[in-house]
């Protein structure tokens, strides 16, 4: 095993030349736009090629990540112990990282209205722009290219580096980190909920040398197979993100996964590991994210929260769930995740958001979904009543993950949602079209800016390879489904205005659930126009 990121950190404390030098001057910022800066970080992504060199190295590359991270961090003009500032809740898991981190931020605003909370997540949906987001906002396009320009210009000009094999600039989530780092210290945050992009011991988060609290969501065992990684491994990564001195939180986990958790924690000298239970109290109120697996994500988050506030603040309550506690996880949002949206253009049509990606997820999706009042519709006495009621389901998943057993995970919970809710249906025809499209934004073959990706073979999309692997494991679990309601399609747009051509030729109300991926979720918001109510 190579350093932990605690302890690079501190070996790099001695390199004083790097994190002493004066920053780099500042560029005149009337000329260069939010679209030039997302042209510019669209330039940091690395492609298809160079992401399966990464793969083929078996993870060697990972122990680079920390000190080229911290490389970056001094060339920008700043020392590691000034991100102790941010006063850092640092957030991983396999699932539910994310919702666990916007419940953790609303906690806080809510209960500390006076401060400014900054929060850092990763993916975006529309915009890159929500990753960074203070008091809930993401930054204004003037805000983020200004403080995009700053790191940039600081990056190009100092390019004095302590190991000479260290990129010239960052990769795409590298650089978006170094942002919200500077980004936050300019606007002296008096909070920040971090949420790990990747892993944890090798994150390019992972640079903080004293977070305030650190928290571990749940380890899904699909990631497992995913991912080619024991539980063990997994459990490793994740608890790298452990400091000494601090205290760690995370929920009930798989006995492996468990262990590994408490060994890491002594060996990083956290203060204390607080293995934490489901939250009952949380059963009497209507959490802002559905979803029965987020009692979970907020009751962890209710722990760092509090955790948090007992050190950082005169807060003191000993309640076990505080007033503003209950507010903040009331209103909490999350798009793209477990969200009905009632079409405003388009009658009678409303979509089911959820970027669910694993096995895992997807039955959580479909749990979801699959209920009375969501996918089955309810008349005005509330019975059930699917009489008038067309499904249409869009379906994308990450190239070499495997179609099979996603499209299988579908089937599967559904046929088990219908026997739980008394349905005589059969899953194989719950939906009247299933969908399978690209990423790609718009019918033309190209991007929203914002959401262009070259981590995708181009092959791959001109063949639509993919897609048709995806039609096809749907024609093998369900074998007797028409194959003209089955539509293998180029981009996100062609997805839209199928769904349009079959609502006009049906006075059907039309429920359509978008799943598979984040960024075809971001893609269908983007094109549907459904920004100003789902966002």
């Known amino acids: 095993m190579c350093q932990d990121a605690s302890k690079l950190v501190k070996s790099y404390r001695s390199t004083t030349k790097l994190f002493e030098r004066p920053i780099a001057s500042r560029r005149a910022m009337s000329t260069r736009s939010y679209r030039e800066a997302v042209d510019c970080l669209n330039s940091l992504q690395s492609n298809a090629a160079t992401l399966e060199a990464v793969r083929a190295s078996g993870g060697r590359l990972s122990q680079f990540a920390i000190p080229e991270m ?27 990282k994310g919702s666990t981190s916007a419940f953790t931020d609303s906690i806080l605003r809510q209960t500390m209205p006076g401060w400014k909370v900054g929060l850092y997540t990763s993916p975006h949906l ?31 000009e100092n390019d004095t580096r302590v190991t000479e094999d260290t990129p010239p600039m960052p990769g795409y989530f590298r650089f978006i980190t170094l942002l919200a780092f500077h980004a936050f210290l300019e606007s002296k945050v008096n909070a920040t909920i971090l949420e790990v992009g990747v892993g944890g011991t090798y994150d390019s988060t992972n640079i903080v040398p004293r977070p305030v609290v650190t928290g ?69 109120v209507k959490l802002g994210l559905a979803g029965q697996h987020q009692l979970q994500n907020a009751s962890l988050a209710v722990s760092l929260a509090r955790e948090f506030l007992k050190k950082q603040s005169s807060f003191q309550n000993d309640q076990e769930l505080p007033e503003s506690f209950v507010s903040g996880l009331e209103k909490t949002s999350w ?72 499209l299988g995970t579908i089937r599967n919970k559904l046929a088990d949602q219908l026997v739980i809710h008394c349905r005589e249906d059969q899953p194989e025809y719950f939906f009247d079209q299933v969908i399978f499209c690209t990423n ?40 007797s489904y028409p194959p003209d309601c089955i539509h293998v399609l180029p981009s996100v747009e062609h997805a839209v205005k199928e ?22 979720v971001g893609g269908l918001i983007e094109v549907a126009g459904l920004s100003e109510v789902a966002l």
């Open 335 to 406: 798009p793209g995740r477990c969200q009905t949206v009632v079409d405003p253009k388009r009658s009678q049509v409303t979509w089911y958001l959820d970027g669910a990606h694993t096995v895992e997820s997807l039955e959580y999706c479909i749990q979801w979904f699959a209920n009375p009042g969501v996918g089955f519709s309810l008349d005005a006495s509330g019975h059930m009543d699917d009489k008038q009621v067309t499904r249409i389901l869009i379906f994308n998943c990450t190239s070499g993950r495997s179609g099979d057993s996603f």
């Open 70 to 96: 911290l490389e970056y961090l001094g060339r920008i003009g700043y020392h590691p112990d000034q991100l102790n500032a941010l006063n850092v809740i640092h957030i991983t898991g396999t699932k539910g």
């Open 499 to 520: 769904v349009e051509a079959s609502k006009s030729n049906s006075d059907n109300r039309t429920q359509v659930l978008v799943t598979g991926s984040l960024h075809l």
């Open 126 to 156: 529309v915009a890159v722009r929500e990753r960074i987001r203070i008091n809930g906002a993401p930054l204004s396009e003037v805000q983020f290219a200004k403080h995009f320009f700053e790191v940039w210009d600081r990056l190009k």
């Open 440 to 479: 790609v934004t718009y019918a033309g073959g190209h991007f929203k800016s914002d959401l262009a990706t070259l981590a995708m073979p181009k092959s791959d999309l001109e063949e639509l390879k993919t897609q048709h692997q995806l039609a096809a494991a749907w024609s093998k679990l369900c074998p």
């Open 216 to 284: 571990v969501t749940a380890l899904g065992l699909d990631h497992v197979a995913v991912l080619g990684k024991t539980l063990e491994e997994i459990a490793w990564q994740k608890g790298g993100i452990f400091k000494e001195g601090v205290p760690a939180y995370t929920v009930v986990q798989p006995k492996e996964g468990a262990q590994v958790l408490d060994s890491r924690a002594r060996e990083l000298k956290s203060s204390s590991l607080t293995i934490i239970p489901l939250n009952h109290e949380l059963d009497k």
